[in-house]
């Protein structure tokens, strides 16, 4: 997972006006009233030189993205990719933002990586007028982002597994579960069993189908289970009309079940 180290803001003078807590700890500065008067070439000392083209042209409003080895000058970074993008105000560049994503494998060409680093631009912006901290931006990873399109695209479908997915995807089924965590908050499964009850709250609302019709869409055994399910994802209840449907699911149950005692 492409993982945001460092996030800071510079105005036009480029002294320092924001810094993430990763970024603070990563430069050593425990002062914070270095906000407002650290200026960018005494933070990077002489690698400032070799960033100079760099600002240049995120101070004329262009977005700059190139790898640098940080470990000569600070030790617990190494090869990164940092980004230079630039605040507007009123069609003017009044700022920019230094940000440094670690991931050494990486490849700076990586179109992934592209869309991360625009993803993450595009949160910023949003993020400076809904007023959301800087620290609770983050960047899903390409990778898992099509995992989640893939789970919304197979709802009718029974849930196939966090093995089945992982294969698919050509990742782990543990950094399955951990990434599309970090990412989305739930499990993949919960995930989509959300989807499939955002669905079914429609059907409802629509009088597409039954009870019993939706138990069956959804791969459930029994309209029961489904409207166990979908009470408990909705946090609300509905009442379980059983129609002819949902009687025969009911009955074809019981009657699997005793078969199974022969």
Known sequence: MIKIVMVSYWDNDEVLRYASLKFLRQFNISDKKKIGTLTLSELLGPLYNSHLPH??????????????????????????????YPDWKDNLPVGFYLQIF???????????????????????????SSGQSYEEISVI??????????????LLSKFPGLSHIAEIHFMSASKLKRDFKVAYGVSPFIYFRKLQ??????????????????????????PYNFTSCY????????????????????????????????
């Open 197 to 222: 009850m955002d669905v079914a709250e429609q059907y409802l609302k629509e009088k597409r189908y039954r009870i019993g019709e939706l138990a069956t869409i959804f791969n459930f055994s029994n």
């Open 102 to 128: 670690e991931k050494p494998e990486i490849n700076l060409h990586d179109p992934d990586l592209m869309m991360a680093i625009n993803q993450f631009n595009n949160s910023i912006v949003k993020s400076s």
């Open 55 to 84: 600002l240049t042209s995120v101070l004329s409003g262009n977005p700059r993205v190139f790898e640098q080895d940080l470990s000569d000058s600070f030790t617990n970074l190494r090869l990164c990719i940092i980004t230079y």
């Open 231 to 262: 009470n408990r994802f909705k946090n609300k209840s509905i009442d379980l009309k059983l129609d002819l449907l949902s009687i025969l699911a009911i009955f074809m149950m019981i009657f699997e079940c005793e078969l199974s005692k022969f």
């Open 141 to 154: 990873d390409p990778q898992i982002e099509r995992v989640a399109e893939y789970l919304k695209s197979i």
